[in-house]
């Protein structure tokens, strides 16, 4: 991944915020990631029988015996998702909530194989508040636990770099 872009296009995101495309160097790699293991990317939107929605990557797996045999959905789903340390505080709680009911309905009523979240928090002007990314952290640690969640990726992005939780890195990311 384009770590030096990524945080480029986070210290300029207003402007590129406006145009969705400050998490591009994000997007690409998972691309990257995606066809080199063989994996056919499909459109965004994923539709229900009574709902439908645009997703930021949406793929699927070959189709085998057990899957045609079985007729199993085979895609899967991968949200980026962006936050800034100045409106952590008041949009934290809806953030979270919408992990939380996205990998609900993908799971249980689209009924799809799985979903990813890749979050990146943009700390370029200050550093968001300790009690903000545990709270994150906990919700995706109860969403994985629970199979709700296939991935949980948290980056947090500085004027020194783009740093990797520990917990919930970019390396540890399968398809």
Request: charged share 30%; net charge positive.
């Amino acid at each position: 991944m384009n770590e030096d872009q990524l945080k480029q296009d986070l210290i300029n995101a207003p402007s590129l915020i406006r145009n969705d495309k400050h998490l591009n160097s994000v997007y690409d790699h998972l691309h990257s990631i995606l066809n080199k293991e063989g994996k056919e990317i499909l459109g965004r939107q994923v539709k229900g029988n009574s709902y439908s929605k645009n997703y930021d990557i949406v793929y699927k797996d070959k189709e085998n015996f057990w899957s045609k045999l079985l007729k199993k959905d085979t895609r899967h789903v991968i949200e980026l998702k962006s936050i800034s340390s100045n409106t952590i505080a008041k949009a934290i709680n809806n953030r979270v909530e919408e992990m939380v009911g996205q990998a609900y309905l993908l799971k249980n009523t689209l009924n799809l194989e799985s979903m990813s979240y890749v979050f990146i928090v943009n700390e370029t002007k200050d550093k968001s508040k300790e009690k903000y990314i545990t709270k994150l952290k906990k919700s995706a640690k109860i969403l994985l636990d629970d199979n709700l969640l296939k991935n949980f990726v948290l980056m947090r992005v500085d004027q020194e770099g783009v740093h990797h939780d520990e917990t919930y890195h970019i390396k540890d990311f399968t398809l």
